[in-house]
């Protein structure tokens, strides 16, 4: 990239830094310091408020960047990602959020532990939340050091390792400071970027091509190499049996994984009432909706006017398709236009890390904070020494998100994402559907449906291609690969419902009906919510 590319980006990184630590600031000297403000921002923000905020904690750089690239390589069964993560909403919407925000105050183990024992279900709840947001954090940082060193055009491992700990240090200031309510403010300043953006540059590919959508598909399959091969299933995940399997594993922990991932659960909390929590819902999903429906736009127009092999040749996971597209329809190269463009797109995709980390630590934090150490001291947890916990839990989190973003700097980004969402789907979303919907359900139960999904969709990642056996795995010169799909979520969503179902039944504890009776009519009515 030229010098102009790399001064303008750095411009609009700093502008976008500034402002976000200037509103950090201003909450920080507006706060009580409460555990409420801190973890919820005092339940103060609107439906459509917080509708934003649920859009930019979702939208992350791997749907911005790295959706429009498969796209962009694998036409059809790239496609089929944008799918996938658009109709997890769905789940959300009718399953989830407003049963959530009647039962809880701040976490998932809130829900869970209302009608259980609560030192074991919160430790395990705690646990798996952790565990599910640092995976997801490490996707977001590897994602920050190779694509914005990448961007900035610096490819050395320096570059990629100061742009790793430069984030990591914004986003502990910015949940140390701020909490949730700066968290949910960055969020709803990087949304709008992120639509202004994406919107700007969608009209630019069908302005290029006078509005004919057909003639775009057409253009993108000639250029691909593939013909109309490119356009139909199979390209990516149509080979053999397993690679089929892979997408089918993938695509349920996309779908179910949304609904456990402890960072959205979180943004429920933050609107007064159960009503607003599901209008919130349904401004995300508009805006979720037409995001996606944009990546597939941008994704064949970068097939169509960049090319694949352009693409690949500047990154093989394609994660670079965007920028260069934006670069093309801005002028060239060596155009005023093209470097405009692409400054404010590598801007955005920075954005867009920082804001997703953000809220991502906030929510790792109140679960290190809230479940596990509280749970520990119950009876001498104050809320403002809960706090103090968390803000240090921030830091804590933050330097483990650095490491383990520097050791896994070259893993596929996609591929983290992907097993923070089979985490989620396996160990999170079982509890507690069980919790909400199941009158038998029993302590044990609640602690094996976590454990029986966390530990073996982290088991079968380890014996995954992802790690050994092949030249693209973590460890390519040794070879323990036992477990033939790269993602685990066939097998250990399945294994976190039958532990549950296992657990209460040979539970010698039966369970709460009385506990049960009030949780489901708190749940469905609100009464007694916080």
Not at 223 to 250: E, M, V
Request: proline share 3%; aromatic share 10%; net charge neutral.
């Amino acid at each position: 990239m030229t010098g102009d590319h790399q001064t303008l980006a750095l411009l609009l990184f700093g502008v976008f830094v500034a402002v976000t630590l200037a509103i950090t600031t201003w909450v920080s000297r507006n706060r009580h310091g409460s555990a409420e403000e801190f973890y919820a921002g005092g339940r103060l923000f609107s439906p459509m408020e917080n509708g934003f905020a649920i859009a930019g904690d979702y939208m992350s750089a791997a749907s911005f960047l790295g959706i429009s690239g498969l796209i962009a390589l694998f036409g059809y069964d790239g496609l089929l990602y944008s799918v996938g993560f658009l109709v997890a909403w769905l789940v959300v919407l009718f399953l989830v959020a407003e049963l959530v925000r009647n039962c809880g105050r701040f976490t998932l183990a809130d829900v869970v532990a209302a009608r259980m024992r609560e030192r074991p279900v919160r430790i395990a709840a705690g646990t798996s939340s952790v565990t599910v947001s640092v995976l997801y954090l490490v996707a977001q940082m590897v994602g920050a050091g190779s694509l914005v060193a990448l961007l900035l055009g610096g490819t050395s491992e320096a570059a990629q390792t100061w742009t790793v700990i430069g984030v990591g240090a914004l986003m502990v200031v910015y949940v140390s400071l701020g909490g949730m309510r700066a968290t949910t403010w960055i969020q709803i300043v990087k949304a709008v970027l992120l639509m202004c953006g994406t919107i700007a540059l969608t009209v630019l590919v069908l302005v290029r091509f006078h509005g004919d959508f057909d003639q775009l598909l057409r253009t993108a399959a000639d250029r691909s190499g593939h013909g109309s091969q490119f356009l139909a299933p199979g390209l990516k995940y149509g080979g053999d049996w397993t690679s089929r399997l892979d997408f089918i594993s993938l695509g349920l922990a996309l779908v179910l994984g949304t609904a456990g991932l402890p960072h959205i659960l979180s943004r429920f909390y933050t609107v007064p009432t159960a009503r607003a929590a599901r209008r919130s819902v349904v401004w995300s999903i508009g805006l979720i909706g037409s995001f996606y429906l944009m990546t597939i736009v941008l994704g064949f127009g970068a097939a169509a006017i960049v090319g694949p092999d352009a693409v690949r040749g500047s990154n093989a996971a394609g994660n670079t398709a965007v920028p260069l597209l934006a670069l093309d329809l801005g002028g060239g190269a060596n155009s005023t236009g093209g470097t405009v463009l692409f400054a404010i797109v590598a801007a955005i995709a920075f954005a867009t890390i920082l804001a997703v980390v953000a809220g991502i630590t906030l929510a790792s934090s109140a679960s290190v904070a809230h479940d596990l150490y509280a749970s520990l001291r119950r009876k001498h947890a104050k809320p403002r020494s809960e706090v103090a916990v968390a803000r240090l839990a921030a830091a804590g989190i933050g330097v483990v998100a650095i490491g383990l973003g520097l050791l896994a700097r070259d893993l596929n980004v996609a591929f983290l994402v992907g097993l923070a969402f089979a985490v989620a789907a396996s160990a999170n979303l079982p509890v507690l559907l069980y919790s909400l919907f199941w009158r038998n359900f029993t302590t044990r139960g609640a602690v094996w449906s976590v454990y029986g999904g966390l530990l073996p969709s982290l088991a079968l990642v380890v014996l995954s291609p992802v790690v050994s056996g092949g030249p693209g795995s973590l460890f390519p010169g040794v070879d323990f690969q036992y477990f033939p799909l790269e993602n685990p979520g066939l097998v250990s969503i399945p294994l976190g419902f039958i532990a549950g179902w296992l657990g209460t039944v040979t539970s010698p504890e039966p369970a709460d009906e009385a506990k049960h009776a009030e949780t489901e009519v708190r749940s469905l009515t609100g009464a007694g919510a916080v």
